[in-house]
């Protein structure tokens, strides 16, 4: 009996046709990637140069694609820094406010919960560093400015006021001016974030803050003041310094209005 004619090889047509397919799949996931990767890379620029020194070619080369291929997914820097800002803060800031509508437990823990949580998801991470970007730019980018306050800032002070103002309802905190408090919670914030990115990137190790025990710090003296209990009183207002009166044309003083 004759032997069995060997398999035909496989055709390059067929090699081809095979290659093609196995490697769509993987070319839609890399596409599909690609803004957040442009996003990545555009945050690391934004943070290491600043905004105005970021060239868009600079962003797409550290993608690794080119400028066309940047333009196809963001067609200015202006709207890609926008997209930093949604993917880094403005989405976070609205999945804080979800789980704080869910939260059942007390307003304190909330808070706690809240401020750790910015800064395990933005203050430690590279996304702080928009802080000081915001900061020493913004003024010179009218139209950022307002998305920043619109889309970042508002909600903020939205997530963290809502919080007090549970708190209040629920008889857990005595009645306080709550955007100022709000405030007072949020600076703290974003001063270990602009510390991180500035003189805290030079620090020795035995001199970096301890971002979780300042957090905690400043949430105790908002919730419980310097005073004891028995010596806790409301602070009044300052009044304002009296103006000194005027001086007339030959040098008198006139009165006060």
């Known amino acids: 009996m004759p032997p069995p004619a060997p398999a035909p090889l496989p055709s390059a047509t067929s090699a081809t046709s095979a290659t093609a397919t196995t490697s769509a799949p993987a070319r839609r996931r890399r596409k599909a990637a690609r803004p957040q990767e442009l996003q990545q890379a555009a945050l690391e620029l934004f943070v290491e140069k600043g905004y105005a020194a970021t060239r868009a070619e600079e962003v797409a080369a550290r993608a690794g694609v080119s400028k066309g ?3 196809l997914y963001f067609p200015s ?3 890609l820094f926008k997209a ?9 800031i609205a999945e804080g406010q979800q789980r704080a509508d869910r939260f059942d437990g007390s307003s304190a823990e909330l808070l706690r919960r809240l401020l ?3 800064w395990a998801r933005v203050g430690s991470t590279a996304a702080g560093g928009i802080f000081k970007v915001i900061v020493a730019e913004v003024r010179n980018f009218p139209e950022l400015a307002q998305f920043y306050q619109q889309e970042v800032q508002m909600p903020a002070r939205r997530l963290i006021g809502g919080t007090l103002q549970r708190g209040i309802r629920r008889g857990e905190f005595r009645p306080v001016p709550v955007a100022e408090t709000a405030l007072a919670l949020i600076a703290p914030m974003l001063f270990l974030a602009l510390h991180r990115h500035s003189v805290g990137a030079c620090a020795a190790p035995q001199e970096r803050l301890d971002a979780y025990a300042l957090l905690d710090a400043q949430l105790d003296l908002v919730l419980h003041g310097l005073l004891q209990p028995d010596r806790a009183a409301p602070v009044r207002p300052r009044p304002a310094p009296a ?13 006060a209005p």
Do not use: F, Q
């Not at 930093?84 to 976070?92: K, Q």
């Not at 103006?243 to 009165?255: F, H, L, S, Y």
């Open 69 to 71: 291929t940047l333009y």
């Open 77 to 79: 820097k202006e709207e």
């Open 84 to 92: 930093v800002l949604r993917h880094n803060l403005v989405a976070l």
């Open 116 to 118: 750790h949580g910015w």
């Open 243 to 255: 103006r000194p009166p005027r001086r007339r044309a030959g040098g008198t003083r006139a009165p």
